[in-house]
């Protein structure tokens, strides 16, 4: 008969247990309680006792019967076995418990797994096989005799938990714990053999045999895998060594255990909450290091829709697809990965959902080359989230990616991030190839906290309809535009630096750019305008009237930002004095006093720019007077503030109504906070006039 497979650390005999076997299947010690035998066992009564561990130490105890009298076990209250032994048990006549202990008599061991197929159930009731192919080549497993037919693949088993047996019957494993070694099923691991169904079978078993939660584990030795491979529910695929140092790229990878994956191939989960865990996942056919811009095509791993898979602590190389997600609640942490992002980006996050996922410390990048100019950029896109706009459905943070050629970073869905970080080695080599930094597609809101791109082409594109929100945004060394807006991109500080472009395009009037603290330099070849429209008819000041705010502003070259697509509005006279800009309008021989020709605001706005004022020797003063010209499109009065650079605003006086189309005088009084002026030094005099 079958035996008896006990997993819990204690164990009190029966008399139904006569002639069986008992299988003690716990990593620690087990104690065993032997009822007073004259109460309830007949004549004869025998059975056999094993530990499946060799370091499992078994204690007999004896329980008292109903008039309190203690048996003896081999004429000891109790017995303690040695490690690994257990024990045949009978019953002396003078109703006391004999133990004898079984030493390696028990468990009679054989070297192959052929051998164990050769063996009949009724030679042995329990077995060890201490190989697979030959002696040592896989750890030792325990198998017990079944009564009856392997369950699996129509009674022939799966060679690792069910063994056909010679008499037609099976010899079952039993696993010390819920780790299983793929080599239990056969897989050669000698970068040769396909082990793809050693592989599936060992999965399989995961489920059929541990009824799931189990750990197939793939030893330190390089596997070759040639077919799919499906990941059951709540299974892991567990590497026995950590995930290697890719970032090297040498040749070293060649030699490297891993999972040598056929790129035709994929591996997939095949129900929740499957995993991947400390695996080097390697294409078949790449020889390190890679040279060249390569051409690779594949998936490796992806959920299939399935929710709550987990890749940790591995590295994904030689494929267009590292992982492909679909399902809900993805966990991605600690990976490296290194594809060609054509078909799919290398890890496309597609959650489908609402549901939450979460991606971190994972790098995307060329691998060892990230740096070189002749292979250390891949055509397609590294990270995308999502393929159709929606709500956000995945937490990035402490993510790399950069050196592709379409998107580093791709949002077709919302996201919140933590920090995230592009830079390729285009502005390095002199090499720009239009290659977008981060994108955020129509439709969508994008938010978080440092998001950093560098040598993008341009380096942020936010399209209209969408938004991007951080803390802190940097762009620099971009072959065109720092940023590119059509949507909103909204900050508490922005850095924009060194890009060949300006530092920000509002590509249409839906584009909005509003930071707080905004630093620019070394933009459009060091010269102004460092802001550029797309389009005309674009406004400066505070939303909703412009598409340009900024509270704070630090640049190398003072003076106006914008080029002639903006015009003010409410809100642009702070931010025309920290410009120091220059004036936007015709104005000569401005003093103290003198004139100079202002456009008509339009009837339910404000017009605002500046004007130069430079006292003569006797305008030395903390405030004064301009008169100026403007043209009225109405009859309608029109009144004026002023101010010069640090200066507060004062109303205007002299204000002239006007019926006609002729330019009226208006006197405008300027005001420079209580500070008088120098005398012949130019001063930004910022105005603005509507009617009242």
């Given at each position: ?194 082990d793809s169904v050693a592989f599936q079978a060992a999965l399989n078993a995961g489920l059929t045999v541990l009824n799931s939660n189990a750990s197939v584990l793939v030893p ?274 922005a850095l924009l630096l060194d890009c060949a472009g300006g530092a920000a395009k509002i590509l249409a009037t839906t584009g909005v750019f509003s930071v707080h603290n905004l ?174």
């Amino acid at each position: 008969m079958t035996p008896k497979i006990i997993t819990a650390p204690t164990y009190t005999v029966t008399q139904d247990d006569n002639c069986w076997w008992i299988v003690l299947n716990n990593p620690g010690n087990v104690t065993v309680t032997l009822p007073a035998p004259g109460l309830i066992f007949s004549p004869g009564f025998q059975i056999t006792i094993l530990p499946v561990q060799p370091g499992t130490q078994v204690t007999f105890n004896q329980l008292a019967d109903d008039a309190g009298h203690v048996h003896q076990i081999n004429t000891a209250p109790t017995l303690t076995t040695a490690q690994g032994e257990g024990g045949v048990l009978k019953i002396q006549q003078d109703l006391n418990w004999w133990v004898l202990p079984t030493g390696a008599v028990g468990r009679p061991l054989i070297q192959t797994n052929a051998a164990l197929q050769a063996l009949s159930t009724a030679n042995f009731a329990v077995i060890t096989r201490a190989g697979f192919y030959s002696l040592g080549d896989v750890p030792s497993l325990f198998y017990v005799a079944s009564a009856h037919a392997c369950t699996l693949n129509a009674g022939a088993g799966d060679n690792g938990s069910q063994v056909k047996s010679a008499d037609g019957k099976c010899w079952l494993a039993v696993y010390p714990s819920n780790i299983m070694d793929v080599r239990e099923w056969g897989a050669h691991c000698d970068n040769a053999t396909d082990d793809s169904v050693a592989f599936q079978a060992a999965l399989n078993a995961g489920l059929t045999v541990l009824n799931s939660n189990a750990s197939v584990l793939v030893p330190s030795l390089r596997c070759m895998v040639k077919g799919n491979l499906a990941i059951p529910i709540n299974t892991a695929l567990q590497c026995s060594t950590p995930f290697p140092n890719a970032i090297t790229g040498t040749a070293a990878l060649n030699t490297e255990p891993a999972i040598v994956l056929d790129p035709s191939k994929t591996i997939s989960a095949a129900g929740p909450g499957a995993s991947i865990s400390g695996c080097f996942i390697v294409a078949s056919g790449i020889t390190f290091p890679v040279l060249t811009i390569p051409t690779w095509t594949g998936i490796a791993v992806k959920d299939a829709g399935f929710s709550d898979f987990s890749l940790t602590y591995s590295t994904i190389v030689g494929f267009d697809t590292a992982f492909y997600n679909t399902g809900a609640r993805p966990y991605v942490h600690h990976v490296f990965a290194d594809g060609t992002g054509v078909t799919h980006a290398v890890i496309e996050l597609d959650v489908g959902n609402t549901d939450s996922g979460v991606a971190d410390y994972i790098k995307i990048q060329p691998i060892g080359t990230a740096n070189s100019c002749a292979a250390g950029r891949r055509p397609g896109t590294g990270l995308r989230v999502g393929s159709s706009p929606g709500p956000a459905g995945i937490w990035l943070d402490q993510i790399v990616s950069q050196n592709f050629d379409i998107y580093d970073y791709d949002f077709q869905t919302g996201a919140i991030f933590g920090a995230i970080w592009t830079d390729g080695n285009n502005f390095a080599c002199a090499d720009y190839v239009g290659n977008i930094g981060v994108h955020v597609a129509a439709g969508n809101y994008v938010w978080g906290g440092s998001l950093a791109s560098f040598s993008g082409d341009p380096g942020i594109v936010v399209d209209a309809t969408s938004t991007l929100k951080a803390d802190f945004i940097a762009s620099e060394f971009s072959g065109t535009d720092c940023i590119q807006l059509s949507g909103a991109l909204v900050a508490q500080t922005a850095l924009l630096l060194d890009c060949a472009g300006g530092a920000a395009k509002i590509l249409a009037t839906t584009g909005v750019f509003s930071v707080h603290n905004l630093q620019m330099g070394g933009n459009n070849g060091g010269s102004l305008p460092f802001i550029k429209g797309g389009t005309t008819g674009l406004l400066v000041g505070a939303k909703p009237w412009g598409q340009v705010f900024f509270d704070e502003l630090t640049t190398d070259r003072p003076g106006n930002l914008f080029d002639s697509n903006f015009t003010g509005t409410v809100g642009s006279a702070h931010m025309t004095a920290l410009m120091q800009i220059t004036p936007t309008v015709a104005c000569t021989g401005i003093g103290s006093t003198g004139t100079c020709s202002l456009p008509s605001p339009p009837e339910t706005g404000i017009t605002s720019g500046t004007i130069l004022l430079t006292p003569g020797g006797s305008g030395i003063a903390a405030s004064g007077t301009v008169t100026v010209g403007i043209s009225l499109a109405a009859a309608f009065q029109v009144v004026c503030w002023a101010q010069t650079t640090g200066g507060d605003w004062a109303a205007g006086s002299g204000v002239t109504p006007s019926t006609s189309a002729t330019s009226p005088q208006l006197t405008m009084t300027w005001q420079n906070g209580g500070i008088p002026l120098v005398s012949a030094t130019p001063y930004s005099l910022s105005y603005d006039c509507k009617y009242r």
